[in-house]
């Protein structure tokens, strides 16, 4: 068990990482402890109830390690890391991680444009942790069903699915989560839905739920903020508002910089392709320029 320790310990590390800085950060660092540390205690002999445990400390940083890859762009090697995590869950019975790993991998498809399996994916989570898993839980799978379904364009199935999502956090209280749950707070979801709202061109409830999830997510998740930030400068170029758009936007480059995360850097882009069409707009060249200026010192800080 003090081995199951130190590995959650380690694994709560480079979360906080990762949040932090991006998934480029300690990418490397962590494949090396999962394959030198982790892997080698899983074919030792133990008790049912170690066994378990660490089954299961060993599949969080399986898990992490995917997200960090998805986060540099190496989606080949996420969606691997997601597939052998979920099968680590399976050899434990965790229905409730096991559907967390699939609400992993709608996610991924739905960043990859693959909205039918992203619906699939994320109501197969639903659906397999039906009475195994926490009200907070829950609430994760069914953002992650209204995330895909938005992407898709079904706003009376994404609106349902936000509802659900809803309601289930209202009793997220209700019962104790696991440790890897913690980071899944009011912000969170509504850092979810504002990217539904968004996707469904909702333009008054997409800035309204955006400006809520950047006036309440915690600057220690600088990543999240950074996307809720972006989002809401794309709400607010939905709504008309240019200015307010690039003033947003340009919020989130200089809080975001430093983040080696390719999915960032994609919210950025699609921003600057969406006002592209403003190219003359002084505050426009002006954001461009500080995008230039960001990716420049990023690519120093790699050399």
Same mark, same amino acid.
């Given at each position: 068990?003090?081995?199951?320790? #130190?590995?959650?310990?380690?694994?709560?590390?480079?979360?906080?990482?990762?949040?932090?800085?991006?998934?480029?950060?300690?990418?490397?660092?962590?494949?090396?402890?999962?394959?030198?540390?982790?892997?080698?205690?899983?074919?030792? &002999?133990?008790?049912?109830?170690?066994?378990?445990?660490?089954?299961?400390?060993?599949?969080?940083?399986? *898990?992490?390690?995917?997200?960090?890859?998805?986060?540099?762009?190496?989606?080949?090697?996420?969606?691997?890391?997601?597939?052998?995590?979920?099968?680590?869950?399976?050899?434990?019975?965790?229905?409730?991680?096991?559907?967390?790993?699939?609400?992993?991998? &709608?996610?991924?498809?739905?960043?990859?444009?693959?909205?039918?399996? #992203?619906?699939?994916?994320?109501?197969?989570?639903?659906?397999?942790?039906?009475?195994?898993?926490?009200?907070?839980?829950?609430?994760?799978?069914?953002?992650?069903?209204?995330?895909?379904?938005?992407?898709?364009?079904?706003?009376?199935?994404?609106?349902?699915?936000?509802?659900?999502?809803?309601?289930?956090?209202?009793? #997220?209280?209700?019962?104790?989560?696991?440790?890897?749950? &913690?980071?899944?707070?009011?912000?969170?979801?509504?850092?979810?839905?504002?990217?539904?709202?968004?996707?469904?061109?909702?333009?008054?409830?997409?800035?309204?739920?955006?400006?809520?999830?950047?006036? &309440?997510?915690?600057?220690?998740?600088?990543?999240?903020?950074?996307?809720?930030?972006?989002?809401?400068?794309?709400?607010?170029?939905?709504?008309?508002?240019?200015?307010?758009?690039?003033?947003?936007?340009?919020?989130?480059?200089?809080?975001?910089?430093?983040? *080696?995360?390719?999915?960032? *850097?994609?919210?950025?882009?699609?921003? *600057?392709?969406?006002?592209?069409?403003?190219?003359?707009?002084? #505050?426009?060249?002006?954001?461009?320029?500080?995008?230039?200026?960001?990716?420049?010192?990023?690519?120093?800080?790699?050399?």
């Amino acid at each position: 068990m003090r081995d199951v320790r #130190a590995i959650r310990d380690a694994a709560d590390m480079f979360m906080q990482l990762d949040f932090k800085y991006g998934g480029g950060h300690g990418h490397k660092a962590l494949r090396h402890y999962f394959r030198h540390e982790v892997l080698p205690l899983l074919d030792a &002999s133990y008790s049912q109830k170690v066994g378990t445990a660490l089954f299961s400390a060993a599949a969080e940083v399986s *898990q992490l390690l995917a997200w960090t890859a998805y986060d540099t762009g190496n989606h080949h090697l996420a969606h691997r890391y997601l597939t052998s995590t979920l099968r680590l869950t399976q050899v434990i019975d965790d229905r409730m991680f096991g559907a967390r790993i699939l609400g992993n991998l &709608s996610h991924q498809a739905n960043y990859l444009g693959n909205h039918t399996q #992203a619906i699939q994916l994320a109501r197969a989570a639903v659906e397999g942790a039906k009475g195994r898993a926490t009200p907070r839980a829950m609430a994760n799978y069914a953002a992650m069903e209204a995330r895909a379904l938005s992407n898709a364009g079904d706003g009376i199935a994404a609106s349902q699915a936000m509802r659900d999502a809803e309601r289930h956090f209202e009793r #997220a209280d209700t019962a104790e989560d696991p440790a890897w749950l &913690s980071y899944f707070d009011e912000a969170e979801l509504m850092g979810e839905l504002c990217h539904c709202f968004r996707d469904l061109k909702m333009r008054r409830e997409a800035v309204e739920q955006a400006q809520r999830a950047v006036d &309440s997510t915690d600057p220690k998740y600088a990543r999240t903020l950074g996307f809720c930030r972006m989002v809401l400068a794309q709400s607010q170029l939905l709504n008309g508002e240019l200015e307010a758009a690039v003033t947003t936007a340009s919020l989130a480059v200089d809080g975001g910089d430093s983040l *080696q995360s390719n999915r960032f *850097q994609r919210y950025v882009t699609d921003f *600057q392709n969406e006002v592209s069409v403003h190219a003359a707009n002084p #505050a426009v060249a002006a954001f461009n320029e500080k995008v230039h200026d960001a990716l420049a010192r990023l690519e120093e800080d790699d050399e």
